[in-house]
């Protein structure tokens, strides 16, 4: 698939980037940095202008992504009551949503800032959430493009630097990309047992300092034989 890429993009150039960019950008299965090395180091070979292969980047990556955050605001205002309302996913509570939105929107401007340039991978999930959120346009557009120019820089600088061996260099900034996500995902696992194990505390301890039921029982008797004798 990268070959059929990349053949394109020698044959048909600037088009066929901002084509294969911007399916990328939206979501679709496919490598649009990997091109984007591979534009950089056609530059370098003077097949194609770096000068005008950055704003074709930049201009194809944040139409993708507004597509894909326009889609999720129109679904927005109809999917989480869908969800609710299907039995198969009661675990999905309206609690546990409302938790989830917090968790997303006291984070969501580093979430697209990092998506566009280190975590690919999430920049369409990423983007989808943004819209179903209604997280505000301008600043979610303030911070795709200030990610996708770092992207753009990044990807072209790299492949336009090191021409005759874009693919290593490519190679290892995904495997860079793929520890730091590796990273994020242990971090996430370790915090989410650590909050269980704590909850786990909290309810042992209330347990412990709450009487038995026997003890109430000889509470009750004793205040009765006290009224008793009063």
């Not at 202008?49 to 109809?78: E, H, K």
């Amino acid at each position: 698939m990268n070959a059929l890429f990349i053949s394109a993009l020698q044959h048909y150039g600037y088009p066929a980037l901002w084509l294969i960019v911007f399916l990328a950008a939206a979501g679709a299965p496919i490598s649009g940095s990997l091109l984007l090395f591979a534009a950089g180091a056609f530059a370098a070979f003077g097949d194609l202008n770096i000068f005008i292969l950055f704003p074709v980047a930049l201009c194809a990556a944040v139409m993708g992504d507004n597509l894909t955050y326009f889609i999720g605001r129109r679904l927005g205002t109809v999917l989480p009551e869908w969800l609710e309302r299907k039995k198969r996913f009661r675990w999905i509570t309206p609690k546990s949503l409302e938790r989830a939105r917090l968790y997303f929107r006291s984070r969501t401007k580093w979430a697209i800032f990092i998506t566009r340039f280190l975590i690919v991978a999430l920049g369409g999930p990423i983007n989808l959430l943004a819209g179903l959120e209604q997280y505000p346009y301008r600043s979610f557009l303030f911070w795709d493009v200030s990610g996708q120019i770092l992207s753009a820089a990044i990807s072209l600088g790299l492949g336009y630097g090191f021409a005759a061996s874009w693919e290593e260099v490519a190679g290892l900034f995904g495997a860079f990309s793929g520890l730091v996500l590796a990273a994020i995902a242990g971090l996430i696992l370790v915090a989410l047992l650590m909050r269980g194990v704590r909850q786990r505390r909290r309810v042992a301890e209330t347990e412990s300092t709450d009487p038995e039921p026997h003890e109430l029982l000889q509470e009750q008797e004793e205040f009765k034989k006290t009224e008793e004798i009063n």
